[in-house]
């Protein structure tokens, strides 16, 4: 029985392992390339939780939203710093980042504090889901709205300065 | 001294045989164009007046409004200008803008149609194939009516765009008839995509111009969407088929083409950015449904 049930979490361990060092569009890269990328990952996953609710796959979760536009804001303030002009930022393994973001800088800042204010009011919306004021339905537009304001800096700035890789 | 006769008189037949291909090609392109036309015209029961909000929507999902205006450099909208870099050189978009005399303000319907479905100039001449004609041929009477006067109800802009910039010689335009009898495909307008998600994905929104294979010659054989490793501007794109989205569900594919968003919360960028941004994104919902039906079903590529 005490055999079983430690065979049972080992696998368990190496089912976790698995999945966890699955590899990802990531693997290969190092220094500031992985850093921004991990921090983008962050994104994408706050981004897939918040679509998961308007698309009606999963229950509306006041609480997620909140974390999620706060998680916009936080990195939102710090991706230009994480485009440093330096040659490991600009060509190093698996990087996605396009020449252009450092040849127009300013719009690629312009759209990051764009992404950053949207995100912010974006935040004030989420702060105020829990008031009790407003239906489900008439939360979850608002966050529609919101969410889908901030989320042109996503697409905006990918469709600029990003060439996805295979 | 018979010997050289005998090449001489080879090669005229040669000479001969290629004349009479040429002339048979065109004028089996011709009959196919001409019946295409007379389909269109036919079709429907009179030429109903268009609307042109409609006729914005029809824009939208077919892309006119993102490859006619070059939004990156603040470019006013149709004005054309927007540079489409090929294997064969650099296409520029020409302004569409209801302008007299740089625009087609001065176009009847019939023209249109005649460049959208035939890829025919006013001039008779043909247009190059950066023009996706090949997807347009399906495009159903309603939608070039009202197309029409939506294309004539906005702001005309006057200055002409820059030429293309091609590394083919001119008279090549002259061997579209040759292109156009294998790349645009012939059954179109003969009911073949009743289904609305059909016919915008596989018409008007002309997916396959980026999600398909293209041959040396610029065509694309035949027109699944499995992917092209040398998309636009030598980038890979995707293949969207039934079996290589099965990860996707409905509500994943409606969502992306409304914000550009996958599954895994990832934006995607590039020119899908702005078929979605300038395009899909201002679709209503049951056309976004349709198409995301469309390219679930095994209709798409089969899921065998």
Not at chain 2, 128 to 146: G, L, R, S, T
């Given at each position: 029985m005490f055999k079983h049930y430690r065979l049972r979490s080992v696998m368990l361990g190496l089912g976790v392992m698995l999945v966890v060092s699955q590899p990802t569009a990531h693997t290969g890269a190092s220094g500031i390339v992985k850093e921004r990328m991990d921090a983008m990952g962050v994104l994408g996953d706050h981004a897939r939780v918040v679509g998961d609710m308007l698309?009606?796959?999963?229950?509306?979760?006041?609480?997620?939203?909140?974390?999620?536009?706060?998680?916009?804001?936080m990195h939102g303030e710090q991706i230009t710093g994480l485009f440093p002009d330096t040659e490991e930022s600009r060509s190093g393994a698996r990087t996605e980042a396009l020449p252009a973001i450092w040849s127009e800088w300013d719009d690629f800042v312009a759209i990051a504090t764009r992404f950053t204010e949207d995100s912010r009011v974006f935040a004030n919306i989420a702060s105020k889901l829990d008031s009790g004021e407003q239906s489900?339905?008439?939360?979850?537009r608002a966050v529609r709205t919101a969410f889908f304001r901030t989320s042109k800096g996503c697409s905006g700035c990918h469709e600029r300065f990003r060439l996805k890789q295979d | 001294m018979r010997a050289r006769r005998f090449i001489s008189l080879l090669a005229l037949c040669a000479v001969g045989i290629c004349v009479s291909a040429v002339a048979y090609v065109q004028v089996r392109n011709q009959d196919i164009e001409d019946n295409r036309f007379a389909l269109f015209s036919e079709s429907g029961a009179a030429r109903s007046?268009?609307?042109?909000?409609?006729g914005e929507n029809v824009a939208r999902a077919s892309g006119c409004i993102s490859c006619h205006t070059d939004k990156a450099n603040g470019g006013a909208l149709l004005a054309g200008g927007v540079k489409l870099e090929s294997p064969f050189g650099t296409f520029v978009s020409p302004n569409i803008t209801s302008d007299k005399e740089s625009g087609i303000g001065l176009w009847t319907v019939d023209m249109l149609a005649k460049a959208l479905l035939n890829g025919r100039r006013p001039d008779g001449k043909h247009y190059?194939?950066?023009?996706?004609?090949?997807?347009?041929?399906?495009?159903?009477?309603?939608?070039?009516?009202?197309l029409f006067v939506w294309l004539q109800s906005t702001d005309p802009v006057q200055g002409a765009s820059p030429e293309h910039a091609l590394l083919l010689p001119g008279f090549a335009r002259a061997g579209l008839s040759f292109w156009k009898t294998l790349f645009v495909p012939v059954d179109y307008q003969s009911g073949r995509f009743s289904e609305r998600g059909e016919y915008l994905v596989e018409?008007?929104?002309?997916?396959?111009?980026?999600?398909?294979?293209?041959?040396?010659?610029?065509?694309?054989?035949?027109?699944?969407?499995?992917?092209?490793r040398r998309g636009p501007e030598g980038a890979a794109v995707p293949a969207i088929t039934a079996d290589a989205l099965r990860e996707w569900t409905i509500e994943d594919l409606m969502f992306f083409l409304e914000i550009g968003m996958t599954p895994e919360g990832d934006f995607t960028g590039g020119h899908m950015a702005a078929v979605i941004d300038q395009g899909t994104a201002h679709l209503s919902s049951a056309d976004r449904q349709a198409m995301a039906l469309y390219l679930k079903s095994s209709f798409n590529g089969g899921t065998e």
């Open positions: 698309k009606g796959k999963t229950a509306f979760d006041a609480d997620a939203v909140e974390t999620a536009a706060a998680a916009f804001v489900d339905e008439e939360n979850s | 007046t268009g609307d042109a909000e409609r190059w194939p950066a023009f996706p004609y090949a997807a347009y041929a399906v495009m159903q009477q309603q939608d070039i009516i009202d018409g008007p929104a002309h997916c396959a111009e980026c999600h398909a294979r293209r041959n040396l010659l610029g065509g694309i054989p035949d027109r699944r969407l499995s992917g092209n």
